[in-house]
């Protein structure tokens, strides 16, 4: 571990391996008992209780990345290569196509997702399943998709958006960049949902080999408002304020993170072949708030 993160790591605690085996897992996410994650070479979807072997509930996900249940408990995915966000009905399995355009235009390639009580969803669309020729936007987008299912572009200024998360009051949306310059920005969330102008929150730089040795990536947040992402050599964890705290140094690199179990003390690593555990302090904030 790098840095001072005896408040973050619980006592004695080390990672362990809780499946392996997968080519680039991604999408960590709790609910009524299961981890949910994906493998997104393999476009497989899958579900775990701790302690047991993963078993596959869904194939051919088009490249499936974020996850995220909504209000109603739904199953929110995005499909990278088939450039599009969906819901999975958690009663009659059936999955539908919410997001897939923006002002008629296809969306790039979705990549992470989350939700708040009031319906309102948010997603990044950076660009890269889709080669430029094909590309019907110029840009990479931060949306919002409002409780009457229309999609709105919040943000256009960040070249490759990738995880995304709240605040623990819902008050402030994070977002990491990825390629070419890493860092977290921080946005406003209005009271319609809407975002404010993005500001630097964190810088969160390659490794001496670059963008191999991992980039900001997955986001989420503790109940003390710690920001936690992935990048180069682990979980980088910041403070509310932006300070960071220190590098949780992974087994493997990891491409996202989540808050598990009933407790949201479990820290997950969806790293490249395998998920890897460790336990924290502070719980995590649920997946609705």
């Known amino acids: 571990m790098a840095g001072d993160l005896s408040n973050i790591i619980e006592a004695g605690s080390e990672f362990e391996q809780m499946a392996t085996g997968f080519v680039f897992t991604e999408g960590p996410v709790w609910d009524s008992g ?9 476009n497989l979807l899958l579900r775990m209780k701790p302690g047991e072997e993963p078993e596959v509930i869904r194939r051919e996900t088009g490249s499936g990345d974020g996850l995220t249940f909504d209000h109603n408990g739904n199953l929110l995915m995005c499909e990278g290569s088939h450039r599009r966000l969906t819901r999975t009905n958690k009663d009659t399995g059936r999955v539908e196509i919410i ?3 923006w002002n008629k235009l296809r969306l790039n390639s979705p990549n992470d997702v989350i939700a708040r009580p009031d319906g309102t969803v948010y997603f990044t669309d950076p660009p890269w399943s889709v080669k430029p020729e094909k590309r019907q936007l110029d840009f ?3 949306y919002r998709i409002a409780p009457d299912g229309e999609v709105h572009l919040e943000a256009d200024e960040n070249e490759f958006p990738n995880g995304l998360a709240l605040s623990t009051d819902g008050s402030k949306l994070y977002v990491s960049n ?9 946005y406003e969330v209005k009271s ?11 810088d969160i730089p390659y490794g001496p080999n670059g963008p191999v040795d991992g980039v900001p990536d997955g986001v989420k947040v503790d109940e003390a408002g710690n920001v936690f ?6 979980g980088w964890v910041f403070s509310p304020n932006g300070t960071k705290i220190g590098v949780i140094e992974a087994p493997e690199l990891p491409a996202n993170l989540g808050f598990i179990g009933d407790d949201r003390k479990t820290l ?4 490249r072949t395998s998920v890897y555990s460790i336990r924290v302090q502070t719980p995590g904030m649920p997946v609705v708030y």
């Open 99 to 101: 997001a897939e355009r």
């Open 268 to 271: 997950v690593f969806t790293s």
């Open 34 to 42: 299961y981890l949910y994650f994906v493998d997104i070479r393999t």
């Open 229 to 234: 992402c992935t990048g180069a050599g682990g």
């Open 178 to 186: 990825t390629r070419p310059d890493p860092y977290l920005n921080i």
């Open 192 to 202: 319609d949902g809407s975002l404010g102008k993005g500001e630097r929150f964190a």
């Open 140 to 142: 990479a987008g931060v």
